[in-house]
């Protein structure tokens, strides 16, 4: 049994910076590829950024691209989603993600690919 934890948000100024955290327990992290997904109010759930097990493949979504950056740390079961230049349009509930697979397939921009989820931690962007 897989537990995801996000911790890191809050309310930021636009332009502002956060980073997000999402520490895993249950099976082995660094055998798994990871994602960052967040849903906005009235929005429905939608895919941020991947990273594969072992950190050497990323990817982003066009909308976060150049200002988000996702890493982990596999020795302290962590990954990380560092968010600059943040826009009102980035808040939104983000939830951290861990995949059935150690690389980033052509799925990994799906939901239906991750088998475990976090509850979220929400990320307030005020102009």
């Known amino acids: 049994q897989v537990q995801l934890v996000e911790s890191g948000g809050g309310l930021v100024q636009a332009g502002g910076s956060l980073r997000l955290s999402c520490v895993a327990s249950?099976?082995?992290?660094?055998?798994?590829?990871m994602g960052w997904f967040r849903q906005a109010p009235g929005k429905e759930r939608e895919f941020v950024a991947a990273?594969?097990?072992?950190?050497?493949?990323?990817d982003y979504a066009d909308s976060v691209k150049g200002r988000f950056a996702i890493s982990r740390d596999n020795a302290k079961n962590t990954m990380y989603l560092q968010m600059n230049s943040l826009k009102p349009e980035d808040t939104a509930v983000y939830y951290c993600?861990?995949?059935?697979?150690?690389?980033?397939?052509?799925?990994?921009?799906?939901?239906?690919?991750?088998?475990?989820w976090g509850q979220g931690t929400q990320v307030t962007v005020s102009s």
């Open positions: 990273i594969s097990a072992s950190g050497s493949s990323t």
């Open positions: 249950g099976r082995t992290f660094s055998r798994y590829a």
């Open positions: 993600a861990q995949k059935g697979s150690t690389f980033l397939s052509g799925n990994y921009c799906r939901q239906v690919a991750y088998d475990y």
